[in-house]
């Protein structure tokens, strides 16, 4: 009977123990999933970063990509317009090239010129001359006879720059542009300023909107007129006290090679003489020969071109004085600097003319030489000094 007893108490007890861990059991499977769910969506949680950050990163090199694009694409705006100017300049020569043969022609093929025509020719000719002189104001008589002496005035910076006055203005201040790229100009009060040993600390610094390009920069009538770094053939009038850019132009046909062998860092050299401002390149179409172009520094465009005998193999430099082209070489290792092509616009002097002139005492190359008609002098940076030659000139036959 006690037996029975103790059966009926014990029979519930266990049932109550086996369904409490049916219950712990079921608890168990159901954490595990949950915890399998959470380790899931951790794993797609990290997989969605990991993407959006290559999401990022390819949609920066996309930005990167369009960015450059479009720069590309402004440069090539630039380079085409000047291409295009410079193809319809040689159209136009090309056409009246053909106009005037085409007036030679006979039935029997054989050219004969009637006596009209070279009227008409000979005609023509002494207009664009005088027309020449007096675009020219041909008030000009002299000739470069020879290099008398040097003055190396100072030496500050490194192989390439340039350094000038404003021979349009009557104060004498020193301007120093320092490298072939850079956009920074060092004005000082007068050479005596500049020759001092703090120099820098004394100058008037005038920061440019945009870096030049090259050495062949000038001053004139309180304008930096300077080629544009990074683009083809862009020309900057910059007004120095006012630090704005009062104009610009593309030059037809410039930027491609550069206009010395010898300073390929320089494309476009600008050039003052008596008559105002030029400018020197040269161009695969001539042979590597130079190229001379007359400039309106007011109205910023080209008023005449001519292309030279003069060629820029060799050439380190060059500089207009009284309407004639003076190139100076020398050789690739750095000698004696010489003059050996002139070329006179106006045809005083045999552009084929080999002079020979050398500059005196100095071993070594020329990063910019321009003159000063003002002076009629040079001024030359050479390896890193700033040299003033003195010139020896005669009265033109």
């Known amino acids: 009977m006690v037996a029975l007893q103790v059966h009926f108490l014990l029979v519930p007890s266990l049932m109550s123990i086996l369904g409490a861990a049916q219950y712990v059991m079921q608890d168990a499977a159901l954490l595990s999933y949950i915890d399998q769910r959470f380790l899931s969506l951790e794993r797609r949680l990290e997989k969605c970063s990991q993407d959006l950050l290559e999401y990022v990163d390819e949609f920066r090199e996309l930005s990167k990509a369009a960015l450059a694009r479009l720069a590309r694409l402004s440069t090539d705006k630039a380079e085409l317009k000047g ?63 020879g290099i008398r002496s040097l003055k190396v005035v100072k030496k500050t910076g490194g192989k390439h720059g340039s350094w000038m006055k404003d021979p349009g203005k009557k104060h004498a201040k020193i301007y120093l542009l320092s490298g ?54 862009e020309i900057v009038k910059f007004h120095l006290q006012r630090r704005s850019v009062a104009d610009q132009m593309l030059l037809p046909g ?77 050789s690739p290792s750095g000698g004696s600097s010489r003059i050996q092509c002139v070329y006179d616009v106006l045809g005083a002097l045999n552009a084929h003319t080999n002079p020979g002139l050398h500059f005196p005492k100095r071993q070594g190359g020329h990063s910019s030489v321009h003159y000063n008609p003002k002076e009629k002098q040079l001024f030359a940076w050479g390896d890193g000094s700033q040299i003033i030659y003195k010139l020896h000139t005669e009265k033109k036959v």
């Not at 005596?192 to 004394?202: D, G, P, Y």
């Not at 410039?254 to 401002?277: C, F, M, N």
Request: charged share 20%; proline share 4%.
């Open 254 to 330: 410039a930027g491609r090679i550069p206009a010395y062998q010898l300073s390929p860092q320089t494309k476009i050299d600008l050039a003052l003489d008596e008559q105002g401002l030029w400018a020197l390149h040269a161009e695969p179409e001539t042979g590597g020969n130079i190229v001379l172009t007359k400039i309106n520094p007011v109205a910023m465009a080209v008023e005449h071109s001519w292309d030279t005998p003069c060629s820029s193999r060799d050439a380190e430099a060059a500089f207009m004085a009284c309407n004639t082209l003076h190139v100076v070489y020398n």
């Open 83 to 145: 291409e295009v100017e410079n193809l319809l300049t040689r159209v136009e020569r090309a056409q009246r090239d053909i106009d005037y043969f085409g007036s030679l022609a006979d039935s029997n093929a054989c050219v004969e010129v009637h006596e009209d025509l070279l009227k008409q020719q000979l005609l023509e000719e002494a207009e664009e001359k005088k027309r020449l002189k007096l675009m020219l104001n041909a008030s000009c008589d002299h000739m470069l006879a």
């Open 180 to 233: 072939s790229v850079n956009n920074v100009v060092l004005e000082f009060a007068n050479i005596m300023a500049f020759m001092e040993n703090n120099q820098t600390l004394k100058a008037r610094r005038v920061p440019l909107p945009v870096p030049w390009e090259g050495t062949g920069h000038v001053i004139y009538q309180g304008f930096l007129f300077y080629h544009t770094h990074g683009s083809l053939n």
